[in-house]
């Protein structure tokens, strides 16, 4: 069983979130709205693969709660549109939050708390792993749905032709970028993780780096750090070498297509993307465990989502029905990895062998990536916490980051200034910082 965070810690962090907990905790309410006679209509908003036909799935198996679905762009989006809405009273009843956003969207006042019953069923059928990242200041606040596992997909077909093996250490991805730019100077090893926050921060957790503890009522915040900088100048190197692209978004899509990117780092749910985004490399790629700083397996999480009751939802009771049905059913969890469109590791580990059977596995020669994703999830660090200021910290990184792709700071001294926005944001929230 994979644990983000000791049982202890968790006790910490209930502590220091507690102030933002009142703010926006009514206490669930088993009956919240949920009076009428026929059914109820509820809507859910969310950008993850798969979500109208899981919506859809839900609708036609039974006839007491009917969901309509609202489509966000993108993740990025998900926040801004969700806390627009609340301001203007159009909210949905089931919202969609990560878990490095979910103490923000708390702190925010829009979520409720879940029901004593709904909390009780997270209790008993998710692991710590997920518990300790969706129970804060004594209440529960959404259903996990995937633990997003950090891996390496590469190309085994590259790999295989020149014989050369896929690296395990961080020392080893550098000596086979070397490799394979000199074996071919139109292709790097993969993209460089300094210019996205989430792999920046994925790369820090994996390395031992923790940016937010709670001890008693405040939080500590340490962004800048020995181990964020050491991590940092081997990023650096990687560029300054050119062993690792450093284009934009649409340009590294280009050059993945065009057989040019040998591995990409990201999270298990990565497995339903790539079929639909580069259909012609099916059976070219495989899954395996990220490279590691000591040699020993590590991984981290990068994203994964959770489901959440809003603040202005007057079906609470529907609601959790329906988040219950996609998490912790079978037909839930088959209807949303269906076709291989979603490649999601199940929160609850019961509905892994769900996953595993529906999960078409071609595009990655029939390899099991659940298991690797097993795998990468059993070697997360413990040490972990997100912090209640993830929209800022975001935004910072973002800021910081533009400047180093102009030359004008390096990317190690990058942190500090992060830091100093996390911190005053919490400081201007009233949240106490050590």
């Known amino acids: 069983m994979t644990h983000f965070a000791p049982f202890a810690r968790r006790t910490a962090l209930a502590a220091a979130v507690s102030?933002?907990?009142?703010?926006?905790?009514?206490?669930?309410?088993?009956?919240?709205?949920?009076?009428?006679?026929?059914?109820?209509?509820?809507?859910?908003?969310?950008?993850?693969?798969?979500?109208?036909?899981?919506?859809?799935?839900?609708?036609?198996?039974?006839?007491?709660?009917?969901?309509?679905?609202?489509?966000?762009?993108?993740?990025?989006?998900?926040?801004?549109?969700?806390?627009?809405?609340?301001?203007?009273?159009?909210?949905?009843?089931?919202?969609?939050?990560?878990?490095?956003?979910?103490?923000?969207?708390?702190?925010?006042?829009?979520?409720?708390?879940?029901?004593?019953?709904?909390?009780?069923?997270?209790?008993?059928?998710?692991?710590?792993?997920?518990?300790?990242?969706?129970?804060?200041?004594?209440?529960?606040?959404?259903?996990?749905?995937?633990?997003?596992?950090?891996?390496?997909?590469?190309?085994?077909?590259?790999?295989?032709?020149?014989?050369?093996?896929?690296?395990?250490?961080?020392?080893?991805?550098?000596?086979?970028?070397?490799?394979?730019?000199?074996?071919d100077p139109a292709a790097r090893i993969g993209a460089t993780t300094s210019h996205d926050p989430g792999a920046?921060?994925?790369?820090?957790?994996?390395?031992?780096?923790?940016?937010?503890?709670?001890?008693?009522?405040?939080?500590?915040?340490?962004?800048?750090?020995?181990?964020?900088?050491?991590?940092?100048?081997?990023?650096?190197?990687l560029v300054a070498e050119d062993l690792v692209w450093a284009d934009e978004d649409e340009l590294l899509g280009q050059k993945q297509a065009a057989g040019q990117t040998w591995t990409q780092l990201a999270g298990s749910w990565n497995g339903g993307y790539l079929p639909i985004n580069y259909e012609d490399q099916a059976g070219l790629w495989r899954v395996a465990l990220p490279p590691s700083f000591t040699g020993e397996p590590a991984s981290a999480g990068n994203g994964g989502a959770t489901f959440a009751v809003t603040a202005d939802s007057e079906h609470q009771q529907a609601a959790e029905a329906f988040i219950a049905w996609m998490t912790t059913t079978e037909e839930g969890i088959a209807a949303r990895v269906e076709g291989g469109a979603s490649s999601v590791l199940p929160a609850n580990p019961d509905l892994v062998p769900v996953a595993k059977d529906v999960f078409d596995t071609s595009f990655f020669g029939g390899q099991d990536i659940y298991a690797v994703a097993e795998q990468a999830a059993a070697a997360i660090p413990a040490e972990w916490t997100w912090g209640p200021a993830q929209s800022t910290m975001d935004t910072a990184f973002r800021d910081a980051i533009a400047q180093v792709k102009a030359g004008s700071i390096p990317l190690r001294d990058i942190f500090a200034s992060v830091q100093e926005s996390v911190i005053g944001n919490l400081t201007d929230r009233g949240i106490a910082v050590d």
């Open 19 to 183: 102030l933002l907990v009142v703010a926006c905790s009514g206490g669930g309410d088993d009956d919240a709205g949920d009076t009428t006679d026929g059914p109820v209509t509820i809507t859910f908003m969310s950008w993850l693969r798969n979500s109208e036909a899981v919506v859809d799935a839900f609708n036609s198996s039974q006839d007491d709660i009917i969901v309509e679905f609202q489509t966000t762009p993108s993740a990025s989006d998900n926040y801004t549109t969700l806390a627009n809405s609340s301001r203007a009273g159009t909210a949905p009843d089931v919202a969609t939050v990560e878990y490095p956003f979910l103490p923000d969207v708390l702190a925010q006042g829009l979520l409720r708390p879940l029901s004593e019953d709904a909390a009780a069923q997270v209790a008993e059928e998710f692991p710590d792993a997920a518990r300790n990242l969706v129970e804060l200041g004594g209440e529960t606040w959404s259903y996990p749905l995937d633990l997003a596992a950090w891996v390496l997909y590469y190309r085994a077909d590259l790999f295989d032709a020149h014989g050369i093996e896929v690296p395990t250490t961080w020392a080893e991805y550098e000596e086979v970028a070397r490799q394979i730019k000199d074996i």
């Open 200 to 237: 920046i921060a994925s790369l820090n957790w994996q390395a031992g780096a923790r940016w937010f503890t709670a001890e008693d009522d405040a939080w500590t915040v340490d962004i800048d750090n020995d181990v964020t900088r050491e991590v940092a100048e081997m990023q650096e190197r």
